[in-house]
């Protein structure tokens, strides 16, 4: 019994790593968190039931220190301004926004995450992508 839960824990943690497609540190350790839970539950209580249990815990917790870290990472940037960076709109195209920032013009964001931080090649603002 304890072989086949080590192999869904197993196979729960591999399953995290493949599908997660958030490239965000807040999806990162969530991913992170429920592979770690996983195997950890599953090994603790040699039951499907815990490795399940286990790699919700860890998901919760991963994500919420992930956030953490894309806050911290922000903080770099300088102060916050109130009321946060304000989001570019999509623009229509795959891969470009616009920027919030006047002229708003089109800004490439292939490679960045959903919800980082982009600095506006002509203006040199910050905002968030969508």
Do not use: K, Q
Not at 3 to 21: H, M
Not at 31 to 42: D, E, L, Q, T
Not at 114 to 128: E, M, N
Request: hydrophobic share 40%; aromatic share 6%; with cysteine.
């Amino acid at each position: 019994m304890n072989r086949n839960c080590f192999i869904v824990g197993s196979l729960i943690a591999l399953g995290s790593f493949l599908l997660n497609s958030c490239e965000s540190p807040a999806g990162t350790g969530a991913g992170y968190g429920a592979a770690a839970g996983a195997i950890i539950g599953g090994a603790a209580t040699g039951h499907i039931r815990g490795a399940a249990i286990g790699a919700a815990a860890g998901a919760a917790t991963g994500a919420l220190i992930g956030h953490a870290i894309a806050e911290e990472r922000a903080r770099e940037y300088g102060p916050v301004p109130p009321g946060g960076y304000p989001y570019a709109r999509w623009s229509g195209t795959r891969g470009l926004v616009v920027s919030p920032y006047p002229p708003h013009r089109l800004v490439d964001v292939r490679g960045i995450p959903h919800g980082a931080l982009v600095r506006d090649p002509s203006t040199g603002g910050l905002f968030r992508r969508p």
